[in-house]
């Protein structure tokens, strides 16, 4: 729902453009819940790969993908987002980025300003047209506040001929409440139109 959950609107917005059969990239596994979230939408024709530094994450994303029969089409990868172009070489329909730390593990293991940034970079490379990006950033925790400005300024700054570009936020919430950022690839045919 719309009162606080940015983890389902992200999920929302990387979901439209997914069907069976399509590529998908969970940039930060985590407990596993996005990964689950895009296993399940391409299906078993699919492909989803997932990263994390966290050996313990990748577990416990395993875990959850055996649990509903769905660990067949995911690629676990234990290695940081900022290396995804080693892993993959074919072209991508979603991305979900959520950022920062570990719910339950570690709170020093958390998502950087510089590496997030050299994954989005990453990301839009391989993204295809039509394609999207959905990144969930926090603002409350140490360091939070370098990655965020990093975040949006590299989204603010995408060409609006090939990108559009959005910045979700809950209005009526703190100031460090999280916001989403929203990235599409504009599709082949229209991207020498004016903005
Ligand atoms: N999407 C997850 C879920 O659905 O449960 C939650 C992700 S959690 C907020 C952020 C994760 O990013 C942590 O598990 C952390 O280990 C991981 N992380 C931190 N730096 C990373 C990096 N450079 N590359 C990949 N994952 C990273």
């Not at 995911?74 to 959520?98: Q, W």
């Amino acid at each position: 729902g719309v009162r606080g959950n940015a983890v389902l609107l992200g999920q929302q917005f990387v979901g439209e453009v997914l069907q069976k059969g399509s590529v998908a990239v969970d940039a930060t596994a985590g407990n596993g819940y996005d990964t689950l979230f895009l296993a399940n939408a391409v299906g078993a024709g699919g492909r989803v790969y997932a990263f994390d530094i966290q050996r313990e994450a990748l577990d416990i994303t395993a875990r959850r993908l055996k649990q509903f029969g769905l660990d067949s089409g995911v690629t676990l990868i234990h290695d940081g987002h900022e290396k995804m172009d080693l892993y993959i070489d074919t072209p991508v329909d979603a991305f979900i980025f959520n950022l920062g730390y570990l719910p339950g593990g570690d709170h020093d293991r958390i998502t950087r300003a510089h590496t997030t940034v050299r994954a989005l970079q990453i990301a839009l490379e391989l993204l295809k047209p039509g394609g999207r990006i959905s990144v969930v950033v926090y603002t409350g925790h140490p360091g939070a506040a370098d990655e965020s400005r990093a975040v949006e300024e590299t989204a603010a700054n995408l060409d609006p001929r090939r990108f559009g570009v959005l910045k979700v936020t809950f209005i009526n919430r703190s100031v460090s409440a999280p916001f989403l950022i929203f990235i599409e690839r504009v599709k082949k045919g229209i991207e020498n139109l004016a903005p």
